[in-house]
């Protein structure tokens, strides 16, 4: 069984900093892993995803690694703005079905 | 030009009532899901219908009862409701399952108060 672990539950960094975001996983038999951004009250927005062949993708000042063998993968923002607090999350697909499981999320808190 | 869009977006009602909470999307895809956010913001799948085909079903109650009329809507019928089924209740959908591209796309959320 697939467990995503998600640590620490919260961050607070000043504006300015390079940050990484980190996310653990069991099972390493994953399809991709996707990093979504939760802002309160509001949806899931996707922000990257990584296939299981890929190592890493990058979206403006996003990037995303991925390492299966060690079970990890990190979301790295560079030059963190108050607009980038939010609660973020992964999610790995690891079956034909495409269902994803979750960790629970790093609450960041970027202070201007 | 919302993508994956449900309504209600909240819901308050009381205990024993019938609710349902629909979802929409335009993306052509062919996959549809309910995820459900619990008190503590975990998220866990209940449904998935592919193509109008239930192809998960989680161990949820049976009070909880999906229904897809065709592939861009799945709705969500909950019966005899009850206080733990408060929750934020998320829709999601992907173009195809078992592909390793494929990406999923969640709706806004409704979120249920049962009182």
């Known amino acids: 069984k697939q467990e995503v672990t998600q640590i620490p539950a919260a961050l607070s960094v000043p504006e300015g900093e390079n940050l990484v975001l980190n996310c653990s996983f069991t099972d390493s038999a994953i399809y991709n892993l996707q990093w979504f951004r939760q802002d309160p009250g509001k949806g899931l927005t996707s922000l990257l995803l990584i296939q299981s062949s890929q190592r890493e993708q990058t979206s403006g000042r996003l990037n995303a690694s991925l390492d299966k063998s060690s079970g990890r993968s990190t979301l790295y923002i560079a030059a963190s703005q108050p607009g980038d607090s939010a609660t973020y999350l992964c999610a790995l697909n690891t079956g034909a079905n495409s269902k994803l499981t979750f960790g629970k999320g790093i609450t960041l808190s970027v202070r201007p | 030009d919302t993508a994956v869009s449900q309504t209600p977006k909240y819901l308050v009602t009381q205990m024993g009532n019938d609710k349902s909470i629909k979802c929409e999307q335009n993306l052509g895809h062919d996959t549809m899901y309910w995820y459900k956010q619990d008190s503590k913001k975990f998220l866990k799948i209940m449904f998935s219908?592919?193509?109008?085909?239930?192809?998960i079903n989680e161990t949820v109650p049976n009070r909880f009862s999906p229904k897809s009329p065709d592939k861009a809507h799945l709705n969500l019928h909950i019966n005899s409701l009850e206080l733990g089924d408060s929750a934020v209740y998320f829709c999601?959908?992907?173009?195809?399952?078992?592909?390793?591209?494929?990406?999923?796309?969640f709706g806004q959320g409704t979120r249920l108060t049962v009182v």
């Open positions: 999601a959908s992907s173009r195809k399952t078992g592909a390793l591209n494929t990406e999923a796309f």
């Open positions: 219908y592919n193509n109008k085909e239930l192809i």
